[in-house]
Nanobody, 122 residues
Framework: QVQLVESGGGTVQVGGSLRLSCTAS????????MAWFRQAPGAEREFVAT????????NYADSVKGRFTISRDNTKNTVYLQMDGLKAEDTAVYYC???????????????WGQGTQVTVSS
């Protein structure tokens, strides 16, 4: 059974930091791209960041460039999202996903986690 489990969400003040983790199980994801998306209330799911299986290529949404950093540890089947300089507009449920390509489109990802809430308070 394939599972992606996110952790690390919570409530933080504006300007603070959080580190999200997502651990995959049920198959070998070391050759897959991994990504983070987010969805705020009443909004569509949006791309945040993605990383190729070796970690050589990363891509970020313009809204998080310079503030968020995606990384992965294939020995642990885990992807991370370090979020610094958080803003109120970063408040959302954050989802991790895996797929064959490091794409910005959510349709390119086959497996999804259940999400973790991030709330940034002012």
């Amino acid at each position: 059974q394939v599972q992606l489990v996110e952790s690390g969400g919570g409530t933080v003040q504006v300007g603070g930091s959080l580190r999200l983790s997502c651990t995959a199980s049920g198959r070998d994801f070391s050759k897959d791209a991994m990504a983070w998306f987010r969805q705020a209330p009443g909004a569509e799911r949006e791309f945040v960041a993605t990383i190729t299986w070796r970690g050589y290529y990363t891509n970020y949404a313009d809204s998080v460039k310079g503030r968020f950093t995606i990384s992965r540890d294939n020995t642990k089947n885990t992807v991370y999202l370090q979020m610094d300089g958080l803003k109120a507009e970063d408040t959302a449920v954050y989802y991790c996903a895996t797929g064959p390509w490091a794409a910005a489109a959510h349709t390119q990802y086959n497996y999804w986690g259940q999400g973790t809430q991030v709330t940034v308070s002012s």
